[in-house]
T-cell receptor
Framework: EAGVVQSPRYKIIEKKQPVAFWCNPI?????LYWYLQNLGQGPELLIR????????DSQLPKDRFSAERLKGVDSTLKIQPAELGDSAVYLC???????????FGPGTRLTVL | QKEVEQNSGPLSVPEGAIASLNCTYS??????FFWYRQYSGKSPELIMF????GDKEDGRFTAQLNKASQYVSLLIRDSQPSDSATYLC?????????????FGQGTTLQVKP
């Protein structure tokens, strides 16, 4: 069974530029999560989807961050414009509906210069 | 007080010893508890989950949960150098929809040959 797929794996951009990350969850997993992980810290939830619906986006900085999961499968997280403080690893995870057991993708390491 | 607390370490043990990793949490109503392993530069990998008080064993790993003390631990028997990684404790937040995991900052384990 294929795991969670993310792309790109690495991204370097200049501040004020836009950036987008893509995630494809494990087949059959209806719930999808985007996390941010800073160095030396645990992942922090940005947004959680159940199918197409964003059921928890309370930690998403909506002035610059947006996300979508139009068909309830893959998802895109966007930052526009990026700031220096956005440099981090962006992790996508998925789980079956109604469970807490989450499986992570490889992440995208973002560097904002 | 952080919702999920772990000693950042590093915890250093000799090869073959038992490594004991500890985690405390503040939300008394939390119901699900997870341990993830994260190698440097990689994404978190699920090791174990536990829901009930007591011990749960899986190979060389044992998770221990004490809800009265709001304490969860992970024991690694016969530690190997390949166990050297950061171990993340994650706890679900009670009262919210399933899937809201709060992560600790992780404990770095070093197993010395």
């Amino acid at each position: 069974e294929a795991g969670v797929v993310q792309s790109p794996r690495y991204k370097i951009i200049e501040k004020k530029q836009p950036v987008a990350f893509w995630c494809n969850p494990i087949s059959g997993h209806n719930t999808l999560y985007w996390y941010l992980q800073n160095l030396g810290q645990g992942p922090e939830l940005l947004i959680r989807y159940e199918n197409e619906e964003a059921v928890d986006d309370s930690q998403l900085p909506k002035d610059r961050f947006s996300a979508e999961r139009l068909k309830g499968v893959d998802s895109t997280l966007k930052i526009q414009p990026a700031e220096l403080g956005d440099s981090a690893v962006y992790l996508c995870a998925s789980s079956t509906l109604g469970t807490d057991t989450q499986y992570f993708g490889p992440g995208t390491r973002l560097t904002v210069l | 007080q952080k919702e999920v607390e772990q000693n950042s370490g590093p915890l250093s043990v000799p090869e073959g010893a038992i490594a004991s990793l500890n985690c405390t949490y503040s939300d008394r109503g939390s119901q699900s508890f997870f341990w993830y392993r994260q190698y440097s530069g990689k994404s978190p990998e699920l090791i174990m989950f536990i829901y009930s008080n007591g011990d749960k064993e899986d190979g060389r790993f044992t998770a221990q949960l004490n809800k009265a003390s709001q304490y969860v631990s992970l024991l690694i028997r016969d530690s190997q150098p390949s166990d050297s990684a950061t171990y993340l404790c994650a706890v679900n937040r009670a009262g919210s929809n399933t899937g809201k995991l709060i992560f600790g900052q992780g404990t770095t384990l070093q197993v010395k040959p």
